[in-house]
């Protein structure tokens, strides 16, 4: 879904039959049909969106299903944001304006609720924002209080903030095991293919140049330094050295 609520209808809805069956309705024209999905690749699909593994989206569960097209906010909310989660006074359309109380986004209702986190135990963030468009979502100033006065929980705009936010004041155990770098796996294969009896004596004598025996220490010392970095530096590093791949 988009920032402003929105999906295509041609990747949400299905083609409807040409023998829908047709009716007026408050001066409209209705029309129904049953649902017929598709599978292929074991995947089930009423349309682009409406797809999953067969074995969850089941012929008992497709009977089950109604899919409305054609039912919307029936005013004007205009760049709405939070009016997708349920505060409809955010917005530049008419509600926006007419000064009606902001309340609490259902998916902040949730992130609040104790019958959704019984146990904080490990959970560093109660919900997760990130957005460059503005205000999605508001939260109750008092948790579980729907007539409290509400204000906006954090919103992240970069990963880097983020990945500061969930993980910035975690320290690694000193009892998990520790992975072996990259360096240490390809010289492990550098190891294997040098004793390898199979191994031709010139390709032998090749593999034990100089050059060779020195690329194991340069290149744990790179990954040594490149560790030191602050985070934010090795995501800065990391794309410095992807354009330098792609302009070399």
Same mark, same amino acid.
């Given at each position: 879904?988009?920032?402003? @609520? +929105?999906?295509?209808?041609?990747?949400?809805?299905? &083609?409807? =039959?040409?023998?829908?069956? !047709?009716? %007026?309705?408050?001066? #409209?024209?209705?029309?129904?049909?049953?649902?017929?999905?598709?599978?292929? @690749? +074991?995947?089930?699909?009423?349309?682009?969106?409406? &797809?999953? =593994?067969?074995?969850?989206? !089941?012929? %008992?569960?497709?009977? #089950?299903?109604?899919?409305?097209?054609?039912?919307?906010?029936?005013?004007?909310?205009?760049?709405?944001?939070?009016?997708?989660?349920?505060?409809?006074?955010?917005?530049?359309?008419?509600?926006?304006?007419?000064?009606?109380?902001?309340?609490?986004?259902?998916?902040?209702?949730?992130?609040?609720?104790?019958?959704?986190?019984?146990?904080?135990?490990?959970?560093?963030?109660?919900?997760?924002?990130?957005?460059?468009?503005?205000?999605?979502?508001?939260?109750?100033?008092?948790?579980?209080?729907?007539?409290?006065?509400?204000?906006?929980?954090?919103?992240?705009?970069?990963?880097?903030?983020?990945?500061?936010?969930?993980?910035?004041?975690?320290?690694?155990?000193?009892?998990?095991?520790?992975?072996?770098?990259?360096?240490?796996?390809?010289?492990?294969?550098?190891?294997?293919?040098?004793?390898?009896?199979?191994?031709?004596?010139?390709?032998?004598?090749?593999?034990?140049?100089?050059?060779?025996?020195?690329?194991?220490?340069?290149?744990?010392?790179?990954?040594?330094?490149?560790?030191?970095?602050?985070?934010?530096?090795?995501?800065?590093?990391?794309?410095?050295?992807?354009?330098?791949?792609?302009?070399?």
């Amino acid at each position: 879904m988009s920032a402003y @609520g +929105g999906v295509w209808a041609g990747k949400m809805f299905p &083609s409807m =039959p040409g023998g829908a069956q !047709t009716m %007026s309705y408050a001066g #409209k024209n209705i029309r129904r049909a049953a649902l017929n999905p598709t599978t292929s @690749g +074991g995947t089930t699909s009423l349309s682009e969106v409406l &797809s999953a =593994p067969s074995s969850v989206l !089941t012929p %008992s569960i497709v009977q #089950k299903m109604s899919l409305l097209q054609g039912v919307d906010i029936p005013f004007d909310c205009n760049h709405h944001s939070a009016a997708t989660f349920g505060c409809y006074a955010q917005g530049d359309g008419k509600m926006g304006k007419t000064g009606a109380k902001r309340t609490a986004t259902v998916d902040q209702v949730i992130a609040q609720s104790n019958a959704f986190y019984p146990d904080l135990n490990g959970v560093t963030q109660r919900s997760v924002l990130m957005s460059h468009f503005g205000q999605l979502s508001y939260r109750s100033k008092v948790p579980g209080n729907p007539l409290s006065d509400v204000d906006l929980p954090p919103t992240y705009t970069s990963v880097d903030s983020l990945w500061t936010a969930l993980f910035g004041g975690a320290k690694p155990s000193s009892s998990a095991p520790q992975r072996q770098s990259i360096v240490d796996l390809v010289y492990n294969d550098y190891v294997r293919l040098k004793t390898n009896p199979k191994l031709a004596s010139a390709d032998k004598a090749r593999l034990e140049e100089p050059h060779c025996a020195r690329g194991r220490h340069q290149a744990q010392t790179v990954c040594d330094d490149f560790l030191q970095l602050p985070y934010k530096a090795r995501s800065n590093e990391i794309r410095w050295l992807r354009q330098l791949a792609i302009s070399g």
